[in-house]
T-cell receptor
Framework: GQNIDQPTEMTATEGAIVQINCTYQ??????LFWYQQHAGEAPTFLSY????GLEEKGRFSSFLSRSKGYSYLLLKELQMKDSASYLC??????????FGKGTRLHILP | DTGVSQDPRHKITKRGQNVTFRCDPI?????LYWYRQTLGQGPEFLTY????????KSRLLSDRFSAERPKGSFSTLEIQRTEQGDSAMYLC??????????????FGSGTQLSVL
């Protein structure tokens, strides 16, 4: 079966750094996405990793290790507006995109 | 480019009624995906299309659910004989052919279904 695991909830402080982990077991692998979703809104794209390594985009970075079935999203200089759910998703060998249950991130002032 | 649009935004229906939702993807996007999302959960895969061909339907979906994309442009998702457990946000997303430069999934705002 297909399985994507990420922590249900995390809490961090404004200005700090937080790392959200994701592990996956899927039918093949063609890439991994991270999406941000604010309550009541549609998911918005953050990053896409196909090859191993770190991709940096401003305050957000995403890391992938295909051999370990592992990714993380790193958020730096946290702001209150970063309070949201963060969704890890994998594109499998058939181009089906499977999402994890999401990690709700709470930012404290 | 007006993004992915979904209609209606909200639907309230009585148990046992049929409902149909529409999704208009971004115009040059050949891939279209339907997801269902309940509070506190991630989007659950329902089905997806490449042009007009339906490539896969989730095994979790009962026969009450059907989707079409007749001309490879807009898509409809129909739920027959709705049940209270069908209450959820139904999300549509589209993408360019995978392997193109801009590999991402664009989501619509969703249709919130409430079954009474």
């Amino acid at each position: 079966g297909q399985n994507i695991d990420q922590p249900t909830e995390m809490t961090a402080t404004e200005g700090a750094i937080v790392q959200i982990n994701c592990t996956y077991q899927t039918s093949g692998f063609n890439g991994l996405f991270w999406y941000q979703q604010h309550a009541g809104e549609a998911p918005t794209f953050l990053s896409y990793n196909v090859l191993d390594g770190l991709e940096e985009k401003g305050r957000f970075s995403s890391f992938l290790s295909r051999s370990k079935g592992y990714s993380y999203l790193l958020l730096k200089e946290l702001q209150m507006k970063d309070s949201a759910s963060y969704l890890c998703a994998v594109r499998d060998r058939d181009d089906k995109i499977i999402f994890g249950k999401g990690t709700r991130l709470h930012i404290l002032p | 480019d007006t993004g992915v649009s979904q209609d209606p935004r909200h639907k309230i229906t009585k148990r046992g009624q049929n409902v149909t939702f529409r999704c208009d993807p971004i115009s040059e996007h050949n891939r279209l995906y339907w997801y269902r999302q309940t509070l506190g959960q991630g989007p659950e895969f329902l089905t997806y299309f490449q042009n007009e061909a339906q490539l896969e339907k989730s095994r979790l979906l009962s026969d009450r659910f059907s989707a079409e994309r007749p001309k490879g442009s807009f898509s409809t998702l129909e739920i027959q004989r709705t049940e209270q457990g069908d209450s959820a946000m139904y999300l549509c997303a589209s993408s360019l052919p995978w392997g193109a430069q801009n590999e991402k999934l664009f989501f619509g705002s969703g249709t919130q279904l409430s079954v009474l």
